[in-house]
């Protein structure tokens, strides 16, 4: 039986709480993620909100091969996400959803790895979102980009239901490893 997003959203949304509340774990960076960056990419990444996984080790590793940061600006629902470029130390404004995110001055960049942070996914790397098709959006417009998704592993659902606009992750990295299909 398929359960339908906004249940998974939900159930998957209490899942991860639970998970932060119980104790801190680190995302750490797997080699085969490592062996993907190359000086001069672009990887952008996120500011965790709430009980999300944080991706602050694996942007870390990425600045340490000599990629650069990218964050994305939100406006609000309806409004497509845009990645604006971000230097650690570089002052951060207060967004929608209670987000950190680069002030408007900064110039627009092309990703190409996008840390995704995710309410949910399944072992076929489909992905849950927030349900404003931010993320959607932004892997239409950037089709090449490495499309890597970020979450605790109890945000693991069996079958997340595929809408024909949802673009599937390409990897998922959590607290315990590496999940992935080395096709691409
Ligand atoms: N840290 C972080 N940054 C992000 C996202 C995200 O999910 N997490 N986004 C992902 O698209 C984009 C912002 N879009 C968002 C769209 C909707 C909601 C939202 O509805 N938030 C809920 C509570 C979320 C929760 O508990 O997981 C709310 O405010 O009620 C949040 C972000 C880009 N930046
Ligand atoms: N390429 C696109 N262009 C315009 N609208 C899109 C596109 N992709 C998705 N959408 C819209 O965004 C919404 C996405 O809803 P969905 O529940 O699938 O989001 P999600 O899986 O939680 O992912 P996200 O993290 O992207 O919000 C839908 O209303 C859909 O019509």
């Known amino acids: 039986m398929t359960v339908e997003k906004p249940v998974l959203r939900a159930r998957l949304r209490a899942a991860r709480d639970l998970f932060a509340s119980e104790g801190t774990q680190a995302i750490t960076a797997p080699a085969a993620f490592l062996d993907r960056l190359r000086p001069g990419q672009t990887v952008a990444t996120y500011f965790p909100v709430g009980s999300e996984a944080d991706p602050s080790q694996l942007a870390a590793a990425a600045l340490e091969r000599g990629c650069a940061l990218a964050l994305p600006h939100v ?37 190409d790895i996008i ?35 970020i979450a605790w592993s109890v945000q693991e659902a069996p079958a997340i239901p595929a809408d024909i606009w949802d673009v599937p992750l390409e990897a998922i990295i959590t607290e315990k490893g590496m999940l992935w299909h080395a096709n691409r």
Do not use: S
């Not at 406006?75 to 404004?93: K, M, S, Y």
């Open 115 to 149: 840390l995704t942070p995710l309410v949910g996914f399944d072992p076929r790397l489909n992905r849950l979102g927030q349900g404003a098709g931010h993320y959607d959006r932004a892997f239409a417009r950037y089709p090449d980009a490495w499309r890597v998704g």
């Open 75 to 111: 406006v609000d629902r309806a409004t497509p996400i845009r990645f604006l470029a971000w230097n650690v130390g570089e002052a951060l404004v207060d967004g929608p959803f209670n987000l950190r995110q680069p002030a408007l001055t900064q110039p627009e960049v092309a990703p």
